[in-house]
């Protein structure tokens, strides 16, 4: 194939991957361009809208000592400093590919950050969690998302912003029959969102549709939904630690996400405890690539 000049467009592959899932067609999506050198800042964002999936990642060596490769996260709109599903996503894809150990190290726009990889699975470090405010008016929140008061405040639980590298506001909800019912209302968001400006609502149950599950979960913008957030994964950990204690030690919390959706997601947070105080997040889960091509692009 040739440009529109005659040259031989530059070829960089990509491979499509269906994240907090072991089976495709589940989970959140991912497009992961791999050899991703030659691409400037518009451009990377330019392929983000053109995948338009939440999050593409690009892939590059890592300058930083220490770090094995350097992964940029963009949405459609705006490069992100981390983020969960992209970051497990690629892990996934560079050990399918051989590219790197078991153990490795991305840099990230929040530095640098440990991922440990197995066929179809990674898991990957966290900030430590940094607890914000909670929200000053529930009942006003709760009408932003078309529940009843009592859905939340029958919780005994207050929401809480809440951050292991990206803040989301946790928003405990009574039942999973609650959180079937939730629907953002944009005449409302704006209000009930004053004190957590440009925040999502990471909206939990503590149950589960699966056995084994601790919390059936929902990710809300006024907008949109996340079918699976790993970075609302380990601040929801850090919550649920903090708040419903058990002593020191490690806790592994199993979340679903992105039943209402139909991808649905499983996804894996892990916290240790010491001394009372959350010292170390981790998120993992499974995932499959389910395609790959390469784009064409002039040089």
């Known amino acids: 194939m040739g440009g529109a000049d005659g040259q031989r467009p530059v070829r960089y592959p990509f491979r499509l991957v269906d994240v907090f899932s072991e089976r495709p067609l589940a989970g959140n999506q991912l ?3 791999l050899d991703a050198e030659g691409l400037g800042d518009e451009r990377m964002q330019a392929i983000a809208r053109e995948f338009n999936f939440s999050e593409t990642t690009f892939v590059t060596p890592s300058a930083i000592a220490g770090c094995d490769w350097r992964v940029r996260i963009f949405t459609p709109g705006r490069e992100l400093p981390m983020a969960g599903h992209p970051t497990i996503g690629t892990g996934v894809v560079l050990e399918a590919l051989g590219r790197v150990r078991e153990r ?8 640098p950050t440990p991922v440990r990889l197995r066929p179809g699975w990674a898991e990957m470090d966290q900030r430590p969690p940094v607890f914000g405010p909670e929200h000053p008016d529930p009942a006003a929140l709760a009408a932003a998302l078309s529940l009843e008061p009592d859905d939340i405040l ?3 639980l207050p929401p809480q912003a809440v951050g292991t590298g990206f803040t989301h506001l946790m928003v405990p909800v009574r039942s999973i029959d609650a959180i079937r019912r939730l629907r953002p209302r944009l005449e409302r968001w704006e209000a009930a969102m004053t004190a957590f400006p440009g925040l999502a609502a990471y909206c939990f149950a503590r149950e589960g549709q699966l056995p084994g599950s601790d919390a059936h979960c929902r990710m809300f913008t006024p907008e949109t939904e996340d079918p699976g957030t790993g970075s609302a994964a380990g601040p929801l950990a850090c919550y649920l630690a903090t708040r419903l204690p058990e002593g020191d030690g490690t806790r592994t919390f199993r979340l679903e ?3 209402e959706m139909g991808r649905e997601s499983l996804l894996d947070a892990t916290v240790d405890v010491s001394g009372g105080r959350v010292t170390a997040v981790r998120v993992g889960g499974r995932a499959c690539i389910v395609g790959e ?3 064409d692009l002039p040089d």
């Open 104 to 111: 490795t190290v991305f840099e990230l726009g929040v530095g």
């Open 154 to 156: 029958g919780t005994g």
């Open 293 to 295: 091509g390469w784009l």
């Open 257 to 259: 996400q992105g039943f």
């Open 31 to 33: 497009a992961v361009v």
